[in-house]
């Protein structure tokens, strides 16, 4: 008797024609259209191109007070002439020689106190303690102190940008500190990284995403702040060689009360042009030689 057992044979069984599959186009040549609606920047501008294109469509049929709501025509001329004669730019030079004082300074700060987070409790506790009671602070509400502190100047808004800078980047960076993995630690420690070596090499490189988003963060903050701040007080920064008082919060202001409508929203939008110029252009590059560049993000 065979020990084999049992095998349920299957029969044969040979299925029909099911004719061609359509699996679509493998691979194929883009189209113009294609190619053209695939860029982020073309797909951000048509956007733009139907605001201002509906803007412009709404003044002229609603019949709506310049007072309240020019036409986008008469603003991009308002704009131009601020630029050609009113010395737009320099007052745009003016807010951001300001900016940029008071960003670097908290740019300084925020990297002494996260560092000091990581290399000690007592560091920690401080920052914890220090961001949980000012970073809810509008920085706005500093400008009472400010103006008794520093008088009416540029040392009173470089004052304000201080706050709108240190709390959100020194809060990311500690979190991105927190968040890289304890297998990358044992392999800086292994390496014989200590102090600031051990942060500058390892740390930074491993949390540069959120420090990155912590940079952004505060700049945007610092920028609405400044804008904010000149809105009361920017007409006593002064530029004598080229003939231009105050900065754009400033222009804003002045045109508001001259009732020059147009160049109000000119000056709005100059605001809007420096954003996005900062944030797709400057922190763009920055995030595509270093994170994308890395793998740590997708491109």
Same mark, same amino acid.
């Given at each position: 008797?065979?020990?084999?057992?049992?095998?349920?044979?299957?029969?044969?069984?040979?299925?029909?024609? %099911?004719?061609?599959?359509?699996?679509?186009?493998?691979?194929?040549? !883009?189209?113009?259209?294609?190619?053209?609606?695939?860029? @982020?920047?073309?797909?951000?501008?048509?956007?733009?191109?139907? *605001?201002?294109?509906?803007?412009? %469509?709404?003044?002229?049929?609603?019949?709506? &007070?310049?007072?309240? =709501?020019?036409?986008?025509?008469?603003?991009? #001329?308002?704009?131009?002439?601020?630029?050609?004669?009113?010395?737009?730019?320099?007052?745009?030079?003016?807010?951001?020689?300001?900016? *940029?004082?008071?960003?670097?300074?908290?740019?300084?700060?925020?990297?002494?106190?996260?560092?000091?987070?990581?290399?000690?409790?007592?560091?920690?506790?401080?920052?914890?303690?220090?961001?949980?009671?000012? @970073?809810?602070?509008?920085?706005?509400?500093? !400008?009472?102190? $400010?103006?008794?502190?520093?008088?009416?100047?540029?040392?009173?808004?470089?004052?304000?940008?201080?706050?709108?800078? %240190?709390?959100?980047?020194?809060?990311?960076?500690?979190?991105?500190?927190?968040?890289?993995? #304890?297998?990358?630690?044992?392999?800086?420690?292994?390496?014989?990284?200590?102090? !600031?070596?051990?942060?500058?090499?390892?740390?930074?490189?491993?949390?540069?995403?959120?420090?990155?988003?912590? =940079?952004?963060?505060?700049?945007?903050?610092?920028?609405?702040? !400044?804008? $904010?701040?000149?809105?009361?007080?920017?007409? &006593?920064?002064?530029?004598?060689?080229?003939?231009?008082?105050?900065?754009?919060?400033?222009?804003?202001?002045? @045109?508001?009360?001259?009732?020059? %409508?147009?160049?109000?929203?000119?000056?709005?939008?100059?605001?809007?042009?420096?954003? *996005?110029?900062?944030?797709?252009?400057?922190?763009?590059?920055? #995030?595509?030689?270093?994170?994308?560049?890395?793998?740590?993000?997708?491109?």
């Amino acid at each position: 008797m065979s020990n084999v057992p049992n095998v349920l044979v299957r029969s044969e069984f040979e299925a029909d024609e %099911i004719g061609k599959a359509e699996t679509g186009d493998v691979a194929r040549k !883009l189209t113009l259209f294609e190619r053209i609606s695939d860029m @982020n920047s073309v797909r951000k501008l048509s956007i733009l191109v139907l *605001v201002i294109v509906a803007w412009e %469509i709404y003044t002229r049929l609603s019949g709506v &007070s310049e007072l309240i =709501l020019p036409k986008f025509s008469a603003t991009a #001329e308002a704009l131009y002439q601020a630029v050609m004669s009113e010395q737009l730019l320099a007052m745009v030079w003016n807010s951001m020689t300001v900016l *940029v004082t008071g960003y670097a300074i908290g740019l300084a700060i925020a990297t002494l106190l996260t560092t000091a987070a990581t290399m000690s409790r007592f560091g920690n506790d401080v920052l914890s303690t220090l961001t949980a009671m000012l @970073n809810p602070l509008p920085a706005i509400a500093l !400008l009472p102190l $400010a103006l008794l502190w520093f008088g009416l100047g540029a040392d009173a808004i470089i004052f304000t940008l201080l706050h709108s800078v %240190i709390w959100p980047v020194a809060l990311n960076a500690h979190v991105g500190f927190m968040s890289v993995s #304890e297998t990358q630690r044992m392999v800086g420690r292994n390496y014989g990284l200590k102090g !600031l070596v051990y942060v500058g090499k390892l740390l930074i490189p491993a949390a540069f995403p959120q420090i990155l988003m912590g =940079l952004k963060i505060g700049w945007a903050y610092a920028w609405r702040t !400044l804008i $904010a701040a000149e809105l009361v007080f920017g007409g &006593s920064i002064s530029d004598t060689s080229e003939g231009a008082s105050g900065g754009l919060g400033w222009f804003i202001f002045a @045109n508001q009360m001259d009732l020059q %409508i147009a160049h109000v929203f000119a000056g709005l939008f100059t605001v809007i042009l420096v954003g *996005v110029f900062v944030e797709n252009v400057i922190f763009n590059a920055i #995030e595509n030689r270093t994170v994308r560049r890395w793998g740590m993000q997708a491109r």
